[in-house]
């Protein structure tokens, strides 16, 4: 079986741009107060940029045959995994704010606030979107998926989440819970009749 890449790689650049990001604003903060403002001519709009967006990702505990090796995953103080701060229990969305080597610094969004360490193993960062049996197609903003469609979660607001298709340009609002680690097994819609006994003739 392939070893699954290491999702540290993939976010290095994003994440030391977002810590490049601050350090300018601190430096252009303390600079501005030596010189005079720059005069803003009338009635013209001010903008200021916006820091780049931080990666979400899933804390899993799962292996990677996908199946659960571990309900909670050990948060520590420093990359290493010697202090544990806290667990987080699988499938929890977190915000990346750091990283070393294939240790990633993250805050998780859901449940007890956690602030550490984890091993980029336990971190998934493209996810399934999949709805409820028996079609197992989520919607998004309203339009329905195909069931297992990848995306990449890049908000969460209370039991809705902002994700961008991983195949394609589209992005928008989906219900949280409709966000999962795994994709729905073949046949969805036949896997759901099979459990339930709906349509089944004795």
Same mark, same amino acid.
């Given at each position: 079986?392939?070893?699954?890449? @290491?999702?540290?790689?993939?976010?290095?650049?994003?994440?030391?741009?977002?810590?490049?990001?601050?350090?300018?604003?601190?430096?252009?903060?303390?600079?501005?107060?030596?010189?005079?403002?720059?005069?803003?001519?009338?009635?013209?709009?001010?903008?200021?940029?916006?820091?780049?967006?931080?990666?979400?990702?899933?804390?899993?505990? @799962?292996?990677?045959?996908?199946?659960?090796?571990?309900?909670?995953?050990?948060?520590? #103080?420093?990359?290493?995994? @010697?202090?544990?701060?806290?667990?987080?229990?699988?499938?929890?969305?977190?915000?990346?704010?750091?990283?070393?080597?294939?240790?990633?610094?993250?805050?998780?969004?859901?449940?007890?606030?956690?602030?550490?360490?984890?091993?980029?193993?336990?971190?998934?960062?493209?996810?399934?979107?999949?709805?409820?049996?028996?079609?197992?197609?989520?919607?998004?903003?309203?339009? #329905?998926?195909?069931?297992?469609?990848?995306?990449?979660?890049?908000?969460?607001?209370?039991?809705?989440?902002?994700?961008?298709?991983?195949?394609?340009?589209?992005?928008?609002?989906?219900?949280?819970?409709?966000?999962?680690?795994?994709?729905?097994?073949?046949?969805?819609?036949?896997?759901?009749?099979?459990?339930?006994?709906?349509?089944?003739?004795?």
């Amino acid at each position: 079986m392939p070893v699954r890449p @290491r999702l540290a790689a993939g976010l290095a650049g994003v994440v030391v741009l977002v810590g490049a990001w601050f350090g300018a604003s601190d430096s252009a903060s303390g600079a501005g107060s030596e010189a005079a403002p720059p005069r803003v001519p009338p009635l013209t709009p001010v903008t200021t940029a916006a820091p780049p967006a931080s990666p979400l990702v899933l804390i899993s505990g @799962r292996d990677d045959h996908g199946e659960l090796a571990a309900a909670l995953v050990e948060l520590y #103080a420093a990359p290493g995994g @010697r202090t544990p701060v806290g667990e987080a229990p699988d499938g929890t969305l977190a915000r990346v704010v750091g990283l070393d080597g294939t240790w990633l610094h993250v805050r998780t969004l859901e449940g007890p606030p956690i602030d550490g360490w984890v091993d980029d193993f336990h971190l998934r960062r493209e996810l399934h979107l999949v709805g409820a049996a028996p079609s197992c197609r989520a919607t998004l903003d309203g339009r #329905a998926l195909p069931a297992g469609e990848q995306a990449v979660v890049t908000e969460l607001v209370g039991g809705r989440a902002r994700v961008r298709l991983v195949h394609g340009s589209a992005a928008g609002w989906v219900a949280r819970a409709s966000v999962h680690e795994l994709a729905p097994r073949e046949g969805c819609a036949e896997d759901h009749i099979t459990r339930t006994g709906v349509g089944h003739h004795h």
